[in-house]
């Protein structure tokens, strides 16, 4: 799959200054942005054709997944919003996306400069909204789908802590913000997609036990450590479907009856996206790019447990190893702050999951198996680096 830029052309003479300020709701072909090797285009299908994916694949695997955020942050006491009536909180607001969408503008022009182009493309990047679970003055900033390599070379999300001491976001300590975040449905093969939801149902099944740990069903779920949030009402976790129900949802219905419940950790959106609601909010640049890194490292991992999968199916058990997990993250280096966080949190002695499953890890192995590899010439999608 070709995936270039598109949207407004602007001449690179023109200073950011005078161009306009725009607050577009970001959606569809919109949300496209980036030079050569680091764009993208909305995967706005939920499925794409396998010519197409092989493609798509090795640019993501190259450049990274783009996700999607949706960063729900309140305010504290001293706030500016709080000296403000509505009208002028909403200026307020909307100084903190331009802020963030000129930083795009700044980079894509002064690329442009050392190209000695004449022009640019750019497109609104971030946005405000409310939203109504939201107390202590709350917004909702919502960032269009982009990768890491983007998001540090562009500094869009540094632009929270720059603005916090007049602002005062209280990001994870907000009783109410989470930090949501979308990756495409379009971009995993039917067999991918499987060990993507089964790992991510692990991460939520998985607890930390420690020596001290008087209950380690007790302790805190591997999740719970990456997003920092308690799982219940606004990010629930249920035990996921079996192998053999993701292959009726995924393949016979054509990803049609993917789960779309509202509010857990993990469902299909109206967008055709994977929508991610563990995470709490923050307003701390590298904590983002660490989740980013995770659901990167999650779909990397997925990725290559499949292709191995191809020779042996007992790859299909490094789904259910955090262990291995870690150390691909670590070995890999495309993640720091990922690496740097599971250094200082993820400080387990073992891993505990609930007896109470159904259908057993040998189960879903031997379904996997029988119904994605049984014939290769349609199951395997080759990586191409």
């Not at 930390?208 to 209950?215: G, K, L």
């Amino acid at each position: 799959m070709k995936l270039g830029p598109k949207g407004r052309r602007y001449s690179v003479a023109v200073r950011n200054s005078e161009l306009p300020a725009l607050n577009n709701q970001l959606s569809g072909r919109s949300l496209v942005y980036g030079f050569k090797k680091n764009l993208y285009q909305p995967i706005e299908n939920a499925q794409v054709e396998r010519d197409e994916l092989v493609d798509l694949r090795a640019q993501l695997v190259a450049h990274g997944v783009p996700v999607g955020l949706e960063i729900e942050l309140e305010f504290g006491d001293d706030s500016i919003i709080f000296d403000s009536d509505t009208q002028d909180r909403n200026e307020l607001y909307q100084e903190v996306v331009n802020k963030a969408n000129d930083k795009v503008r700044d980079y894509l022009r002064n690329q442009s400069l050392l190209r000695n182009w004449e022009t640019f493309r750019y497109t609104t990047m971030m946005c405000h909204k409310p939203d109504g679970s939201l107390g202590n003055g709350g917004r909702e900033f919502v960032v269009a789908p982009l990768t890491i390599g983007f998001a540090k070379e562009t500094n869009i999300l540094g632009t929270f802590e720059e603005m916090q001491s007049e602002y005062i976001f209280l990001g994870h300590r907000g009783p109410n913000t989470g930090g949501h975040m979308h990756i495409p449905l379009g971009m995993f093969s039917d067999q991918q997609l499987v060990l993507f939801y089964k790992l991510m149902e692990f991460f939520g099944d998985s607890r930390i036990q420690r020596d001290t740990t008087e209950n380690p069903e007790r302790g805190a779920r591997f999740i719970q450590i990456i997003g920092q949030r308690k799982l219940g009402n606004w990010a629930r976790w249920n035990r996921l479907p079996s192998v053999e129900e993701y292959y009726e949802n995924i393949v016979d219905n054509n990803r049609r009856t993917l789960d779309s419940t509202r509010n857990w950790i993990v469902q299909k959106s109206r967008h055709n996206t994977i929508e991610l609601r563990f995470p709490k909010s923050t307003y701390n640049r590298e904590r983002m790019y660490m989740r980013m890194g995770f659901v990167n490292a999650m779909y990397y991992y997925t990725l290559f447990i499949e292709q191995a999968s191809y020779n042996d199916i007992d790859a299909f058990d490094d789904i259910y190893n955090i262990s291995k997990f870690i150390s691909f993250v670590n070995n890999s280096n495309k993640f720091p702050e990922l690496a740097r966080y599971l250094r200082r949190h993820w400080t387990s002695t073992g891993c505990v999951t609930s007896h109470r499953k159904e259908q057993s890890q040998l189960d879903d192995k031997t379904a996997y198996a029988d119904l994605f590899l049984s014939n290769l010439e349609n199951a395997e999608m080759e990586v191409r680096s």
